[in-house]
T-cell receptor, first 112, second 113 residues
C-alpha cells in the first residue's frame, strides 16, 4: 500500500534531549512537509522540501532541524533549543504545489 | 504573512442539519483551496478541493462554494451524520511557486444523533 509512515506514534522526551521523528513515503512524491499541531492553532509549517538535498524553513523552524538525503525520507529532529516541544507532529507529501497533500498518522511528542 | 481565517471554531448540529464552515484569505495569490477532515489522533485527509476558476464543487454530501471577489470559500455538509463529527481544516496554496499549504485554524464539528 502506498502512503506515508510516521514513527513512533508516541514519543517521550526528557528535558535537554534531542529526538528524531521519522517520516517515510512510498508515493514517489517530490515534496515533503512537517507540520506541528497544537489545540486551537491549526497546522503550522515547520520545514518543507521540494527536492532531495534541499529544504526550506517554514513559519516555526526555530528549535527544529531536518534532512532530505533520500526522496522517500524526511526526518525531523526536535532539538533542546525548542522550548515547548509537546505537540502532535504531522508529516505530509505531495506531487506538486497545488495538488493533494497526503498526511501520515502523526507522532505525539511529550516532554517529561 | 499570508493567512487563511476560518470560522467558526466549533459547531454543533443535529443529524440531518447542514453545517457551514467559512474561510477567508488575505492574499489574492492563492490558486488551490482544499478542505481536510481530521479524526482524533489521526492525520488529516483530503475531503474536497476547488480551484479559483470554479464557483462551486460538489462531491457526495460535501460542497465547496468559492467567491473569488470576496476572497472567501466555504464548506457545506448536506444531511450531516454523526460520523461526520471531526475537525475540518481549510487551506490554500500560494501561486508564488513555493510548496506551502497555508491552513486555517480548524473547526471542530459535532453532529448529534
Amino acid at each position: 500500500d502506498g502512503g506515508i509512515t510516521q514513527s513512533p506514534k508516541y514519543l517521550f522526551r526528557k528535558e535537554g534531549q534531542n529526538v528524531t521523528l521519522s517520516c517515510e513515503q512510498n508515493l514517489n512524491h517530490d515534496a515533503m512537509y512537517w507540520y506541528r499541531q497544537d489545540p486551537g492553532q491549526g497546522l503550522r509549517l515547520i520545514y518543507y522540501s521540494q527536492i532531495v538535498n534541499d529544504f526550506q524553513k517554514g513559519d516555526i523552524a526555530e528549535g527544529y532541524s531536518v534532512s532530505r538525503e533520500k526522496k522517500e525520507s524526511f526526518p525531523l529532529t526536535v532539538t533542546s533549543a525548542q522550548k515547548n516541544p509537546t505537540a502532535f507532529y504531522l508529516c505530509a507529501s505531495s506531487i506538486l504545489r497545488d495538488t493533494e497533500a497526503f498526511f501520515g498518522q502523526g507522532t505525539r511528542l511529550t516532554v517529561v | 504573512q499570508q493567512q487563511v481565517k476560518q470560522s467558526p471554531q466549533s459547531l454543533i448540529v443535529q443529524k440531518g442539519g447542514i453545517p457551514i464552515i467559512n474561510c477567508a484569505y488575505e492574499n489574492t495569490a492563492f490558486d488551490y483551496f482544499p478542505w481536510y477532515q481530521q479524526f482524533p489522533g489521526k492525520g488529516p485527509a483530503l475531503l474536497i478541493a476547488i480551484r479559483p476558476d470554479v464557483s462551486e464543487k460538489k462531491e457526495g454530501r460535501f460542497t465547496i462554494s468559492f467567491n473569488k471577489s470576496a476572497k472567501q470559500f466555504s464548506l457545506h455538509i448536506m444531511d450531516s451524520q454523526p460520523g461526520d463529527s471531526a475537525t475540518y481544516f481549510c487551506a490554500a496554496t500560494p501561486t508564488s511557486g513555493t510548496y506551502k499549504y497555508i491552513f486555517g485554524t480548524g473547526t471542530r464539528l459535532k453532529v448529534l444523533a
